[in-house]
């Protein structure tokens, strides 16, 4: 049975995002020196890489008998800019909190 998984159900877990930092600044490693960065069983952590791979966060490519994981920019790209426009109505509607706390400060 072929699951199609939601991306941002697969970045809600801490793990996975624990992961997706851990390869974003080692660029590709084996399942077994990501899963050696966890206090995790390694089948849980195989299981936690099948999700992100099945969702196309991470992609898999084989060097002799190793597999090798590293991050899909391009997805992650899609994933942010989703996110953009919310961050931008947070960041504005901070930006106002402070204005008027200035404003509330000063009288």
Not at 45 to 73: D, F, M, P, W
């Amino acid at each position: 049975m072929n699951l199609r998984r939601d991306v941002f159900q697969a970045i809600a877990d801490p793990t996975r995002r624990a992961i997706l930092l851990l390869l974003a600044t080692s660029h590709s490693m084996t399942a077994g020196a990501i899963a050696s960065n966890f206090d995790t069983a390694r089948p849980t952590v195989s299981k936690h890489l099948q999700i992100l791979t099945e969702c196309s966060l991470l992609k898999q490519e084989q060097n002799g008998r190793e597999i090798y994981y590293h991050i899909n920019a391009k997805k992650m790209k899609e994933v942010a800019d989703f996110i953009e426009p919310f961050r931008n109505m947070w960041e504005e509607r901070f930006n106002k909190l402070e204005s008027i706390m200035k404003k509330y400060k000063s009288k």
